[in-house]
């Protein structure tokens, strides 16, 4: 079982930066991958950027590419989102989600945490 905390979201003016956090805790050590979702008002949910612990291979969606980045801090099991250039668009609650290896592996998703960007 692995718990998922998500903080740093909050608001700031378009062009301004955030980063979000997600603590993991339980046992971690079956991860596969780690991602941001978010879902925007009126839009389905949505994968922003993963990572695979295992190789540190990256993904981001296209529309955060050069802005976003995503990292994993394997000591202390937290995830982050550093995010720049904010846009009003990237407006949305942010959720971390983790996967289990395998083909029946365990999804897992934190509470979420809202980011809102003025115009």
């Not at 979201?9 to 079956?30: E, F, K, P």
Request: charged share 15%; with cysteine; glycine share 12%.
């Amino acid at each position: 079982q692995v718990r998922l905390e998500e903080s740093g979201g909050g608001s700031v003016q378009a062009g301004g930066s955030l980063r979000l956090s997600c603590a993991a805790s339980g046992y971690t050590d079956n991860t596969y991958s780690m991602s941001w979702f978010r879902q925007r008002p009126g839009k389905a949910r949505e994968g922003v950027a993963a990572i695979y612990p295992r190789s540190g291979t990256t993904y981001y969606v296209d529309s955060v590419k050069g802005r976003f980045t995503i990292s994993l801090d394997n000591a202390n099991n937290t995830l982050y989102l550093q995010m720049n250039s904010l846009k009003p668009e990237d407006t949305a609650m942010y959720y971390c989600h983790s996967e289990d290896s395998g083909p029946n592996g365990a999804i897992y998703w934190g509470q979420g945490t809202q980011v809102t960007v003025a115009s």
